[in-house]
């Protein structure tokens, strides 16, 4: 058993504690409460930091991180998709063999841990970051994202595909903290079969998590406004436009819950397209929106509207998305990003979504995401300066790798 003192916990479940303390014992949390005045129970005394959750990053694509820096950022987001294109053809296809993107993954899976990540949802077109993410202390979701828009199959067909891809993930090594799912990779991308027979597929699994990239960029929603723009353009290009697609002339959100694809099983990422209407039915299906406003910025897609997501109910979760759209795997600053757009979010808020969100989201609530007895001890203790009093807004506003470290959990810890 250890018990830590702090100058603040922050559980997340409940108030930040001024004065605080913590005991863990053998990887789970025991109790956490304040210090009376004369309270002289002996703790390890970590001074002024912030005792709190392990953060979630609910959206990321590991496999990309040989991208850091080398896509350009872009004011249109077809354009800036026709530069990572033509870098995965040439790249990806060897990409469980390529040395470099090999080693950017385990590059990228410590750059997570530095910032203080203990769980991510991991994008992937190849199962080349499953194991690496396996082996580390991580815990999370891995979703193999399926893309394919004019693929000659009917329904049958569709269903055989994903039972294939299940096949598959069922082939990876059994992993304590990782569990795999299947993503569609979004609306012009995937043909309405595929999303069905996808969904169909996933509401069988035992518990897990499905995610789809959703209301993004204007092109996505004038595409199925309009069956027409930059993404039939592109998608013509690259030889994988569906001649028999017929535009649905709705939101790309109604697009989905006509199909039945919305459920509270699924991350809804990025939403910047969102009307009040789209972000109603989200709340209403129990879908969890993951905002990466930082990619949004780089991409070309715009400024998510991130008071509307909040004021709408729905459930937020954070991710950085890859480092081909993001400078870095901070969390910490992705949330600093939705601080400095959304002044009028409370920093709790955007604490909650970094953290219990996600980890509800991804199915890992019972673990991870708050500080309370039974779940496991995979705690920050993040620096804060001496006197700090709204400890909320500190940690909101830019933390960086230095002023975090893990703390001893009595050991390792299993996720259960
Ligand atoms: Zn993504």
């Known amino acids: ?60 694509h590991l496999e990309l991180s040989y991208l850091r820096d080398q896509i350009a950022p872009s004011s249109s987001f077809t354009a800036w998709a026709r530069q990572i294109i033509d870098e995965r053809r040439t790249r990806m296809q060897q990409s469980q063999r390529d040395p470099a993107v090999a080693a950017a993954i385990d590059t990228g899976i410590d750059e997570c841990l530095r910032c203080g ?58 992993a304590d903290r990782l569990r795999a799912s299947l993503a569609a990779h979004a609306p012009y991308s995937v043909a ?15 518990f ?31 030889g994988s436009w569906n001649p028999g697609w017929t535009a649905p002339g709705v939101s790309p959100v109604q697009y989905l819950d006509d199909m039945g694809f919305l459920d509270s099983r699924l991350l809804a990422v990025h939403g910047v397209q969102m009307s009040a209407g789209d972000l109603e039915t989200l709340r209403k299906r129990g879908v969890t929106l993951v905002t990466c406003p930082r990619s949004n910025g780089h991409t070309g897609a715009g400024v998510p509207p991130i008071v509307d997501f909040y004021e709408s109910g729905v459930r937020v979760a954070i991710g950085t998305d890859s480092l081909a759209s993001s400078p870095d795997l901070n969390v910490f600053a992705e949330v600093a990003t939705l601080h400095a757009l959304a002044p009028s979010v409370s920093p709790a808020a955007l604490l909650e979504s970094a953290t219990i969100q996600g980890a509800r989201a991804l199915g890992l609530d019972a673990d991870y ?48």
Request: hydrophobic fraction near 45%; glycine fraction near 12%.
């Open 192 to 206: 309405p079969l595929f999303f069905r027979a996808i969904k169909k597929a996933v509401s069988r699994m035992p």
């Open 1 to 60: 058993m250890i018990r830590y003192h702090a100058a603040w916990i922050v559980p997340i479940e409940g108030e930040p504690i001024r004065d605080g303390w913590v005991t863990v014992d053998r990887g789970r949390i025991v109790a956490l409460g304040r210090r009376a005045a004369n309270d002289a129970t002996r703790g390890v005394e970590l001074g002024d930091v912030a005792v709190m959750p392990g953060l979630v990053n609910a959206h990321t």
């Open 369 to 416: 995401g708050t500080i309370e007895p039974g779940k496991l001890s995979r705690l920050l203790a993040v620096d804060v300066p001496p006197g700090t009093g709204d400890v909320e807004e500190y940690l909101v506003s830019g933390i960086y790798p230095g002023q975090i470290r893990w703390l001893e959990a009595g050991s390792a810890g299993k996720a259960g």
């Open 117 to 174: 990540t203990a769980v991510i949802g991991d994008i992937g077109n190849t199962h080349a970051a499953f194991r690496k993410i396996a082996a580390s202390p991580l815990a999370g979701v891995f979703f193999w994202e399926l893309i394919g828009f004019n693929l000659d199959a009917d329904e049958r067909g569709f269903d055989a595909i994903v039972a294939h891809a299940i096949d598959d993930l069922k082939k990876l090594p059994a």
């Open 208 to 238: 897990v998590p499905c995610s789809v990239h959703l209301a993004e960029n204007v092109e996505e929603v004038e595409l199925l406004k309009t069956g027409g723009g930059p993404w039939k353009t592109l998608m013509k290009d690259i």
